[in-house]
């Protein structure tokens, strides 16, 4: 496991690659590491990246049956959340967690932009008094179906074709953001919005960012499709990072993918050697 030291002059080097600076801010030879391989692919500049993060229990769970989902993380687990935050274009979150927590999605932990806020919103449930509606912070855009009624209201839709699933595509919110210059993204929560774009191959990182208590019950961080084997369970490439409060489990898909088909490559070699 490595240890994350973030220091000011590391962080204002990441700010400086977000905002795709020919010359970044200079770093010393004593720089950590380890915030640099954490930050730096989220930082970068060099093409589309959708990163996921759950901030969660030992137990995996990432509020009570109440509701309750203040404080699951610890102070350095808030900061790397608002550090994520301030390295990407936009944020998405579900409906389900503006009717349940009604964040403001805006960096405040560290220094940095605040991300555009996405709010998927397939049945145009969005509440009008959402706190992210009146606070003067960044746009907020809510993707909804194109058959739901158009009703006069104070943000920006953005409308998409419902699927035969009854939901919208990430892909088509991927896309959607795109053409608005958004190419990179966090996928901030809850479970029911990660798990559409895990589902759909599209997260490149999941940050599983972990805090010592244990809730026992309550909802889980991620809800996949049901899986008969753990044969067929997502094995991603893992970096783990100890931040402080919390520990970090960076996962990466890619590489995870790029191991998936080297295997099937291995086994087509295997079924022509056999023909
Ligand atoms: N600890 C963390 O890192 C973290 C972060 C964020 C949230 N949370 C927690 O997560 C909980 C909420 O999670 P959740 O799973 O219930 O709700 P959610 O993912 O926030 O929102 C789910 C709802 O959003 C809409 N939606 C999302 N993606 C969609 C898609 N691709 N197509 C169509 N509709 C889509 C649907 O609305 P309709 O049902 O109206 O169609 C869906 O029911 C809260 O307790 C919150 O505290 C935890």
Redesign the pocket.
């Known amino acids: 496991m490595r240890s994350v030291r973030m220091t000011e002059e590391l962080w204002q080097h990441l700010l400086s690659l977000r905002e795709g600076s020919l010359r970044p801010v200079a770093l010393s030879a004593c720089v950590d590491g380890s915030g640099l391989s954490l930050y730096r692919p989220i930082a970068v500049r060099g093409g589309p990246l959708v990163l996921a993060?759950?901030?969660?229990s030992l137990d995996g769970r990432?509020?009570t049956p109440t509701?309750d989902?203040q404080d699951?993380?610890g102070c350095d687990g808030i900061a790397h959340?608002h550090r994520c935050r301030a390295l990407v274009d936009a944020v998405i979150?579900?409906?389900?967690?503006?009717?349940?927590?009604n964040?403001s999605l805006s960096v405040r932990a560290v220094s940095g932009r605040n991300p555009v806020r996405i709010?998927?919103?397939?049945?145009?449930?969005m509440p009008e008094r959402a706190k992210m509606l009146h606070d003067g912070g960044a746009p907020v855009h809510v993707?909804q179906?194109d058959d739901v009624p158009l009703r006069n209201v104070r943000y920006r839709t953005i409308r998409l074709p419902r699927?035969v699933d009854?939901?919208?595509?990430?892909r088509d919110?991927l896309a959607a953001l795109a053409e608005r210059g958004l190419t990179t993204v966090l996928v901030?929560?809850?479970?029911?919005?990660?798990?559409?774009?895990v589902d759909a191959q599209l997260i490149d990182r999941l940050h599983v960012?972990v805090a010592p208590i244990i809730i026992g019950s309550g909802?889980a961080?991620i809800?996949l499709s049901p899986i008969d084997r753990l044969s067929e369970a997502r094995r991603p490439e893992v970096q783990v990072y100890n931040i402080g409060t919390d520990i970090v489990f960076d996962c990466n898909f890619r590489i995870e993918a790029q191991q998936v088909a080297a295997s099937a490559d291995r086994e087509d070699v295997l079924m022509a050697d056999l023909a």
Not at 188 to 197: K, M, P, Q, V, Y
């Open positions: 993060q759950v901030g969660q990432v509020a509701g989902a699951v993380s959340l979150v579900g409906v389900g967690t503006v009717v349940a927590d964040p709010v998927v919103d397939c049945n145009g449930r993707m179906a699927q009854g939901g919208l595509a990430p919110i901030e929560g809850g479970a029911t919005t990660i798990s559409r774009f960012s909802p961080g809800r």
